[in-house]
T-cell receptor
Framework: GAVVSQHPSRVICKSGTSVKIECRSL??????MFWYRQFPKKSLMLMAT?????????EQGVEKDKFLINHASLTLSTLTVTSAHPEDSSFYIC???????????FGPGTRLTVT | DQQVKQNSPSLSVQEGRISILNCDYT??????FLWYKKYPAEGPTFLIS?????DKNEDGRFTVFLNKSAKHLSLHIVPSQPGDSAVYFC????????????FGKGTSLLVTP
């Protein structure tokens, strides 16, 4: 149980375009979903926290107009990187938690490359 | 500002011996701590957790120890197996922040035969 999927696993896009990444909890209802970003040889950095049906809470330094997060249902959250630039190239990982436990279950991640 | 620190970027241990991974934190508000295992290009996998009301939690070969006064926790793996080779992340959260995780930079564990 507690499976989280992400799609796509890899995406290459050109500068200036937008990319949408989906995060789904497959066998549980995720009241809260988190989006992280990992730079090479760095820890996972929290970008934003989203609760179903409400606006995401962004961490300091994360541009909410650039990284659009939607958590429209209890099983789906999306991250849209708008007007992508090469510096947005990174590994993006989502996680989800239900009401019961404190553990977060992570998706497999999405490798974004902006050319 | 790194609130969770893993000061050893790498650790090498022989198969069968004990692996000890350390983690320090600075925020006294953290009340839940977790260890994740991660392979390259994959998401982290939850290993074990501990609440701040406890000082030890054990699950099979994995034991996590928490020393609140020292703001230190450690993960013990015994006996270590080659399949344990991965990057281990320590993470901490605060209940009233929605349990968003603050991660350390990770420790790369290599278990040699």
């Amino acid at each position: 149980g507690a499976v989280v999927s992400q799609h796509p696993s890899r995406v290459i896009c050109k500068s200036g375009t937008s990319v949408k990444i989906e995060c789904r909890s497959l066998d549980f209802q995720a009241t809260t979903m988190f989006w992280y970003r990992q730079f090479p040889k760095k820890s996972l950095m929290l970008m934003a926290t989203s609760n179903e049906g409400s606006k995401a809470t962004y961490e300091q330094g994360v541009e909410k107009d650039k990284f659009l997060i939607n958590h429209a249902s209890l099983t789906l959250s999306t991250l849209t990187v708008t007007s992508a630039h090469p510096e947005d190239s990174s590994f993006y990982i989502c996680s989800a938690s239900d009401r019961v436990g404190y553990e977060q279950y992570f998706g497999p991640g999405t490798r974004l490359t902006v050319t | 500002d790194q609130q969770v620190k893993q000061n050893s970027p790498s650790l090498s241990v022989q198969e069968g011996r004990i692996s000890i991974l350390n983690c320090d934190y600075t925020n006294s508000m953290f009340d839940y701590f977790l260890w994740y295992k991660k392979y390259p290009a994959e998401g982290p996998t939850f290993l074990i957790s501990i609440s701040s009301i406890k000082d030890k939690n054990e699950d099979g070969r994995f034991t996590v120890f928490l020393n609140k006064s020292a703001k230190h926790l450690s993960l013990h793996i015994v006996p270590s197996q080659p399949g344990d080779s991965a990057v281990y992340f320590c993470a901490a959260s605060v209940a009233n922040s929605g349990y968003a995780l603050n991660f350390g930079k990770g420790t790369s564990l290599l278990v040699t035969p």
